[in-house]
């Protein structure tokens, strides 16, 4: 029985690269990699890439877990419902987590984590599905993290703050404790947050300010 994990990278950019080269270190090494946008790879790899939609389904098929390569900005929705595509076929999620990062033993973890060096997940922490903690990230003690979060890099999270699904934490920004930030906010990086963001807002500046609402966009057509 052939046990060998076949992997599917869904996104073929410079996350993509970043997390081939993580899984390599593991001794870990990629199947597929699918992204309709590119032409080519700027990696290398003994992946086999197709930018064709008529070839996902037996790439799929072939596969056995997966990762969703969909990093900044706006797409944390659409890298959990995008994964969520992926589960319903028979894909299982495949955590990325470098050995420089920093999870706490009473943390709890949802599936699909992409860890990078430095980040630290604290003492009783509660992070949701397809999250992101990018390098020298923190979240500290006692917070609860939706699906889809993306915590940019050196970006901390005080104690006890609440974050919802789908929201993004901009590079090195700072948010004090227990803050509630709602469902598919941005915080702009270097913004300081010392009360509360309203959900699909977006947040810059110290101390934070509204800027705008934010539109989640996301394509799920690949598997129509």
């Not at 709890?108 to 980040?119: F, I, N, R, T």
């Not at 993290?145 to 970006?155: F, Q």
């Amino acid at each position: 029985m052939n046990d060998k994990k076949k992997i599917l990278f869904w996104g073929g950019k410079s996350k993509a690269k970043i997390l081939n080269n993580m899984l390599n270190r593991q001794g870990e090494e990629l199947s597929y990699i699918y992204d309709k946008f590119i032409n080519k790879l700027d990696f290398d790899t003994n992946a086999e890439f197709s930018n064709d939609k008529n070839n996902l389904l037996k790439i799929i098929s072939s596969s056995s877990h997966f990762v969703v390569c969909l990093g900044s900005g706006e797409y944390g929705k659409g890298r959990y419902l995008i994964s969520m595509e992926l589960i319903k076929r028979g894909l299982k999620p495949l955590p990325v987590i470098s050995e420089h990062s920093i999870i706490d033993s009473t943390a709890e973890v949802g599936w699909g984590l992409q860890a990078m060096p430095g980040s630290l997940l604290h003492s009783y922490s509660k992070l949701g599905n397809a999250c992101i903690l990018n390098s020298n990230s923190t979240i500290d003690h006692d917070c609860i993290v939706g699906n889809g979060v993306h915590i940019m890099g050196s970006a901390a999270i005080a104690g006890r703050v609440e974050i919802g699904d789908y929201v993004s934490i901009g590079t090195n920004a700072t948010v004090l404790p227990d803050i509630k930030i709602g469902d598919g906010a941005y915080v702009g990086a270097g913004a300081v947050v010392n009360k509360d963001v309203k959900k699909n807002t977006i947040v810059i500046g110290s101390p934070a300010k509204v800027l705008k609402e934010i539109k989640h966009e996301y394509d799920l057509s690949d598997f129509e």
